[in-house]
């Protein structure tokens, strides 16, 4: 198992941040237009299931598995995954609540809206993902 990538967009649509980790194929196109072609999905998929209380929480294909998490504020963290990994909603509510809350939120010095450039952010989050039970590099 492992995870492959990880989008934070904010509640207009902007990617404030991209990681991956374990990624074979690259999409051919820019990272702009991949951003915009996986927050288009994300509002498509949404707009299907907005009859369900909890909402959208994942969504899979053969070949990797979409975990979705959106704050009430707007934020909306994605995370990739191969097909072996259950639910990551708590994995993504954890990385909301202590990593983008206490690096981003709270540091004066990061303006809310845009793309994030903290490297406090982006080493703790690097070492989340890859401290995760189900992060396995040689899966990939």
């Not at 904010?10 to 991209?18: A, M």
């Not at 209380?53 to 294909?61: A, E, L, R, V």
């Not at 994605?78 to 954890?94: E, I, P, S, Y």
């Not at 990385?95 to 080493?123: A, H, M, R, W």
Request: with cysteine; proline share 2%.
């Amino acid at each position: 198992m492992t995870v492959h990538n990880l989008y934070i967009f904010d509640r207009n649509g902007t990617c404030l941040h991209y990681s991956e980790w374990n990624r074979k194929k690259q999409a051919g196109i820019s990272k702009e237009e991949e951003y915009k072609l996986m927050y288009g999905m994300l509002f498509s998929i949404r707009s299907f299931v907005n009859c369900r209380k909890d909402g959208f929480m994942s969504f899979h294909t053969s070949r990797y598995k979409l975990h979705y998490y959106e704050t009430p504020t707007g934020i909306k963290l994605v995370m990739n995954t191969d097909l072996g990994v259950q639910n990551c909603r708590d994995t993504l509510q954890q990385i909301y609540s202590t990593l983008y809350v206490e690096y981003i939120v709270k540091n004066p010095l990061c303006v809310l809206g845009e793309s994030l450039q903290s490297d406090l952010f982006n080493s703790k989050l690097d070492s989340f993902i890859r401290a995760l039970p189900f992060f396995n590099i040689r899966a990939a």
